[in-house]
């Protein structure tokens, strides 16, 4: 659980900062509640590399099995992560 919340935390950074991240994470929100609505192609980025990757290791087992090696890849060097 600890390292999806710090992948979280890259793609809020990799986004721009809280507000924009916020703004990418409501539209994606309401794209899952409603699929006509329509993404930017960072925000289906995110939802298919992120968000979707996280919903399967639930729905899979929990997030037992997620690993560094197995999230997506960001512009952020893996030695720069703090985990």
Known sequence: MIRAIQMM???TKE???PKQ???DFEAIYHHL?????ELTETE?????NVI??????RRDGGLRGVTLEGLPQ???PVSELSL
């Open 15 to 17: 986004l721009g900062g």
């Open 33 to 37: 509640e409603d699929p006509t609505v």
């Open 52 to 57: 979707l990757a996280l919903m399967r290791a």
């Open 44 to 48: 289906n980025r995110i939802l298919d």
């Open 9 to 11: 935390k890259d793609v």
């Open 74 to 76: 960001f512009s952020l």
């Open 21 to 23: 991240a916020a703004i």
